[in-house]
């Protein structure tokens, strides 16, 4: 999900899933921080904000997670 959608916080902050938007754990600077700051092509090239909670998505458990690293 992370590698393909970005969440949108009520306020605008932009997260890189759901679960870190739960979490409080935004895109990462530099990266745009807004929906106000949106890029496309930036936030394509992002390195994605990791954390214990992620390994739910890599083992296939996660919230819409389409499938698990192999």
Same mark, same amino acid.
Do not use: E
């Given at each position: 999900?992370?590698?393909t959608?970005?969440?949108?916080?009520?306020?605008?902050?932009?997260?890189d899933?759901?679960f870190?938007?739960?979490?409080?754990?935004?895109v990462?600077p530099?990266y745009?921080?807004t929906? &106000?700051t949106?890029? +496309?092509?930036?936030l *394509?090239q992002?390195?994605?904000?990791? &954390?214990?909670?992620? +390994?739910g998505?890599t *083992?296939?458990?996660?919230s819409?997670?389409?499938?698990?690293?192999?």
């Amino acid at each position: 999900m992370c590698r393909t959608l970005i969440s949108v916080g009520w306020d605008g902050r932009l997260y890189d899933c759901d679960f870190n938007q739960m979490m409080d754990i935004p895109v990462a600077p530099p990266y745009p921080q807004t929906i &106000d700051t949106f890029d +496309y092509q930036t936030l *394509a090239q992002r390195h994605i904000v990791t &954390d214990q909670h992620c +390994y739910g998505c890599t *083992a296939g458990c996660g919230s819409s997670c389409g499938g698990t690293l192999t």
